[in-house]
C-alpha cells in the first residue's frame, strides 16, 4: 500500500518532502531570494537532508544555510560537493555521488539519474548535472528531472523506475518547453506529472497550462498533471 510521503512545492524547482518516516527533505532550494517561494517556507528551521541536481544558484540556494542552521546531509555530485565544503560545509554533512549510484538514506534510497544541461557555480565548474529518483520503502517513487533538456533517456527511467510522480522543466530558453516537456512525460509513460522551472523569471515563458492540455492528449488515461502553486502540496 502506498501512503505518507507529503510532497510541498516552494517555487521554481524547488521541494520540500516528508517521508513516511518523517524526514525532512529538500530538493534545490531557492527560496530566500525566489520571489516564488511564499515567505513562510523561505528560511527553514528544520531538515534531515538537502538533495541537489545540479550547481547553478538557482538550485544551490540556501543550501548552506539551511545546512548550518540544521545540520542536514547535504547529497550531490563529487565535483559541487567539492564546491560547498570549501565554501563552508562540514565535511560530515557532504553525501557524495554520481550519476548511475544509489544511496540509502533512512526509509528511502536517491539514485543520480542523467540530465542535459549545464553546471557550475559561482562561475566554478560543479561536475555534470543530474536528475533525482527517490524512492521510499512504502513504494512510492519521486523522479525530479533536474534542469534538463528533451532526452532518450526518459524512457528508460521509465521503463526503469515506474515514478509516481515526476517533476519535469517546462520553462523554456534555460530548459526544455512546454512541448518538449509534454513529449518527455510521454516517453515517461506514466503517473503524475508536475510543470516546474517556469515563470520564475520574464525569460522562462513556457506555459504549465499548455504543458498540461499537451501532455494529457498524449497522456491519454495512464497518467495526469497537476499544477501547484508555490506553497501547495501533494
Known amino acids: 500500500m502506498k501512503t505518507s510521503v507529503t510532497l510541498t512545492f516552494l517555487g521554481h524547482s524547488a521541494f520540500k518532502l516528508v517521508s513516511p518516516a518523517g524526514k525532512i527533505i529538500f530538493i534545490d532550494p531557492f527560496l530566500k531570494n525566489n520571489p ?9 528551521k528544520e531538515a534531515d537532508y538537502i538533495l541537489l541536481t545540479h ?7 540556501e ?3 539551511i545546512a548550518k542552521q ?42 543520480l539519474t542523467n540530465a542535459n544541461h549545464s553546471s557550475s557555480l559561482g562561475g566554478r565548474y560543479a ?11 512504502n513504494d512510492i517513487t519521486v523522479y525530479h528531472a533536474g534542469d534538463t533538456n528533451i532526452m532518450p533517456d526518459f524512457e528508460i527511467y521509465g521503463r526503469l523506475y ?32 508536475i510543470p516546474i522551472h517556469h515563470t520564475t523569471f520574464p525569460p522562462l515563458t513556457g506555459s504549465p497550462e499548455v504543458f498540461k492540455d499537451e501532455a494529457e492528449k498524449l497522456l491519454k488515461d495512464k497518467g495526469s498533471v497537476r499544477i501547484l502553486k508555490p506553497g501547495d502540496s501533494l
Open 36 to 44: 516564488t517561494t511564499p515567505d513562510d517556507f523561505k528560511e527553514p
Open 55 to 61: 550547481g547553478h544558484e538557482d538550485h544551490v540556494g
Open 63 to 65: 543550501t548552506l544555510d
Open 70 to 111: 540544521t545540520g542536514a546531509k547535504v547529497l550531490c555530485t563529487v565535483e559541487l560537493s567539492g564546491l560547498l565544503k570549501s565554501d563552508g560545509l562540514n565535511e560530515d554533512q557532504a553525501l557524495e555521488f554520481n550519476k548511475g549510484g544509489t544511496v540509502t538514506l533512512d526509509d528511502f534510497s536517491v539514485t
Open 127 to 137: 561536475g555534470e548535472p543530474g536528475g533525482l529518483v527517490i524512492r521510499f520503502k
Open 162 to 193: 515506474r515514478p509516481d510522480v515526476t517533476m519535469l522543466p517546462v520553462g523554456d530558453h534555460y530548459t526544455m518547453g512546454h512541448s518538449e516537456a509534454a513529449l518527455a512525460a510521454e516517453m515517461i509513460g506514466a503517473g503524475v506529472f
